[in-house]
C-alpha cells in the first residue's frame, strides 16, 4: 500500500509513504528534483497493518502541516497530525470518527470545498458517494456531518 499525503519532512517537497507486507511503515522523502526522486526510506514504525486504509492529501487538523487519516478493520477512522520531521513524522493517533467500516473505499481529493482544508470522500458498495468536509479541528468534530456527494460510483473499482 502506498500514499502521498504532501510534505511530511517540513521541506516543502512531497512525501510517500509505503507500507510493506510485515506492517512496517516507510516514509520516502522526496528530493524536488526536476525527475523526482525519492531519497533513502526513514523507518516510521511497525503495527500498521492493523489499518485496511490509510489515506491523506492535505490538513485536517488546521496546523498547516500534511496529516495522514487510517481506518482500522473495526471502521474507526484516526487522524495522524503531521509533525514535520522526517524521523518522527506523526503525532500519536487520534480517533476522529466510527462507522468508516461500511465504506468500501476512502479518498481523499483535497479541498473539494474551498475551504482550504482537505475533505474525505467516502463510498459505499452501492455507488453512493459522501463528502466529509474537515472543520480543522481535531477529535470527534474534525469532519462535519457527511454530505452526499453523488452516485454510481461503483462501476469503478479503483479510484486514486
Given at each position: 500500500?502506498?500514499?502521498?499525503?504532501?510534505?511530511?519532512?517540513?521541506?516543502?517537497?512531497?512525501?510517500?509513504?509505503?507500507?510493506?507486507?510485515?506492517?512496517?511503515?516507510?516514509?520516502?522523502?522526496?528530493?524536488?528534483?526536476?525527475?523526482?526522486?525519492?531519497?533513502?526510506?526513514?523507518?516510521?514504525?511497525?503495527?500498521?497493518?492493523?489499518?485496511?486504509?490509510?489515506?491523506?492529501?492535505?490538513?485536517?487538523?488546521?496546523?498547516?502541516?500534511?496529516?495522514?487519516?487510517?481506518?482500522?478493520?473495526?471502521?474507526?477512522?484516526?487522524?495522524?497530525?503531521?509533525?514535520?520531521?522526517?524521523?518522527?513524522?506523526?503525532?500519536?493517533?487520534?480517533?476522529?470518527?466510527?462507522?468508516?467500516?461500511?465504506?468500501?473505499?476512502l479518498f481523499v481529493p483535497g479541498d473539494i470545498d474551498g475551504d482550504s482544508k482537505g475533505d474525505l470522500l467516502a463510498r459505499l458498495p452501492d455507488g453512493d458517494v459522501y463528502r466529509y468536509s474537515s472543520t480543522g479541528k481535531v477529535g470527534t468534530a474534525t469532519f462535519a456531518t457527511r454530505v452526499k456527494f453523488?452516485?454510481?460510483?461503483?462501476?469503478?473499482?479503483?479510484?486514486?
Amino acid at each position: 500500500m502506498m500514499v502521498g499525503p504532501g510534505d511530511l519532512t517540513g521541506d516543502g517537497r512531497g512525501a510517500l509513504l509505503s507500507r510493506d507486507s510485515g506492517g512496517t511503515l516507510w516514509l520516502h522523502p522526496g528530493d524536488g528534483a526536476l525527475v523526482t526522486k525519492f531519497g533513502a526510506r526513514i523507518k516510521v514504525g511497525t503495527g500498521w497493518n492493523g489499518y485496511d486504509a490509510l489515506v491523506g492529501a492535505g490538513d485536517y487538523s488546521g496546523d498547516g502541516r500534511a496529516d495522514l487519516l487510517a481506518r482500522d478493520t473495526s471502521g474507526r477512522l484516526f487522524l495522524f497530525k503531521g509533525t514535520g520531521t522526517a524521523t518522527a513524522p506523526f503525532a500519536a493517533r487520534e480517533q476522529v470518527g466510527s462507522g468508516f467500516g461500511q465504506y468500501d473505499l476512502l479518498f481523499v481529493p483535497g479541498d473539494i470545498d474551498g475551504d482550504s482544508k482537505g475533505d474525505l470522500l467516502a463510498r459505499l458498495p452501492d455507488g453512493d458517494v459522501y463528502r466529509y468536509s474537515s472543520t480543522g479541528k481535531v477529535g470527534t468534530a474534525t469532519f462535519a456531518t457527511r454530505v452526499k456527494f453523488g452516485a454510481g460510483w461503483n462501476i469503478y473499482k479503483n479510484i486514486i
